[in-house]
């Protein structure tokens, strides 16, 4: 049973800084793309940032320059750093990934569980 899990959320200020962290749990062969999304209330979820195999990363056009998505040291990990933080930032983040579970199976998607960040004085 694959388990995604999301920490680091928060209340922070205007201006300030959140990591967010993403682990993978379970029986995996090869963690893939990741991505981050975020809802705010009453608004739809969107895609925030990704980061490939490769390490190729790309962003929301709101969070260039201020968030940071990378793969952590420890095996299935990823993060998102996000710096600069404004009041519309806001919302439930949330980690998305492709995994294969053993070498014989193609890519499935999963979804963790959330975070909170509210950035607000």
């Known amino acids: 049973q694959v388990q995604l899990v999301e920490s680091g959320g928060g209340l922070v200020q205007p201006g300030g800084s959140l990591r967010l962290s993403c682990a993978a749990s379970?029986?995996?062969?090869?963690?893939?793309?990741v991505g981050w999304y975020r809802q705010a209330p009453g608004k739809q979820r969107e895609w925030v940032a990704s980061?490939?195999?490769?390490?190729?990363?790309n962003y929301l056009d709101d969070v260039k320059g201020r968030f940071t998505i990378s793969r952590g040291n420890a095996k299935n990990t990823v993060y998102l750093q996000m710096n600069s933080l404004k009041p519309e930032d806001t919302a439930v983040y949330s980690c998305?990934?492709?995994?294969?579970?053993?070498?014989?199976?193609?890519?499935?998607?999963?979804w963790g569980q959330g975070t909170q960040v509210t950035v607000s004085s």
């Open positions: 998305n990934a492709w995994i294969r579970l053993n070498e014989q199976a193609g890519y499935r998607n999963f």
């Open positions: 379970g029986s995996i062969f090869t963690f893939g793309t």
């Open positions: 980061i490939s195999n490769g390490g190729n990363t």
